[in-house]
T-cell receptor, first 113, second 116 residues
Framework: GAVVSQHPSWVICKSGTSVKIECRSL??????MFWYRQFPKQSLMLMAT?????????EQGVEKDKFLINHASLTLSTLTVTSAHPEDSSFYIC?????????FGQGTRLTVV | AQSVTQLDSHVSVSEGTPVLLRCNYS??????LFWYVQHPNKGLQLLLK??????LVKGINGFEAEFKKSETSFHLTKPSAHMSDAAEYFC??????????????FGAGTRLAVHP
């Protein structure tokens, strides 16, 4: 099947700094990618839809200035957590779709200290 | 509106016994339905999918699911559990009108424990 690679798999950062997470579709082009957040022992919560060449669409309650999304090419979307705080600590997962199936990255464990 | 309800947050079985993970969905359109498995601190792996073809869907690792429109259900089963099946399982619906991409709606998840 298709492969989606997410990097890094884990990151620890200090409060107030910014962290960038990359999501790449390795063997197919993805005009749309999705970013999810997962709290411990909970389901995935869709944060935003990343659209190649245009602005991302954010779900209600997600701060677009806190979670910057850039989808500059057909194979790469990035999520930047700006001015991170401990409450931003979470597991972030991206996905890209090769209709009708979605393929997921391996996730990024972010810990803000 | 679309929604997914996983009826059990935790399921515990003995190794070698059958597994049943229950899922009900609500969709205004003919949906695509999926089951994904997630091992700790890992991404999601597709177990199987239903996309309006055969109602009994066979997936990887011996799992299968049956789409029952009259019951709006898509329960996941496996005849004999293995220790390696212990993980979190998500039932997911995608409305077919999404067009070129799917916006997925996740159930809350079911944690499967397998005991020796």
């Amino acid at each position: 099947g298709a492969v989606v690679s997410q990097h890094p798999s884990w990151v620890i950062c200090k409060s107030g700094t910014s962290v960038k997470i990359e999501c790449r579709s390795l063997d197919f082009q993805a005009t749309t990618m999705f970013w999810y957040r997962q709290f411990p022992k909970q389901s995935l919560m869709l944060m935003a839809t990343s659209n190649e060449g245009s602005k991302a669409t954010y779900e209600q309650g997600v701060e677009k200035d806190k979670f910057l999304i850039n989808h500059a090419s057909l194979t790469l979307s990035t999520l930047t957590v700006t001015s991170a705080h401990p409450e931003d600590s979470s597991f972030y997962i991206c996905s890209a779709t090769l209709v009708p199936e979605a393929f997921f990255g391996q996730g990024t464990r972010l810990t803000v200290v | 509106a679309q929604s997914v309800t996983q009826l059990d947050s935790h399921v515990s079985v003995s190794e070698g016994t059958p597994v049943l993970l229950r899922c009900n969905y609500s969709s205004s359109y003919s949906p695509s339905l999926f089951w994904y498995v997630q091992h700790p601190n890992k991404g999601l792996q597709l177990l199987l999918k239903y996309t309006s073809a055969a109602t009994l869907v066979k997936g990887i690792n011996g799992f299968e699911a049956e789409f029952k429109k009259s019951e709006t259900s898509f329960h996941l089963t496996k005849p004999s559990a293995h220790m390696s099946d212990a993980a979190e399982y998500f039932c997911v619906v995608s409305p077919s009108f999404s067009g070129g991409y799917n916006k997925l709606i996740f159930g809350a998840g079911t944690r499967l424990a397998v005991h020796p």
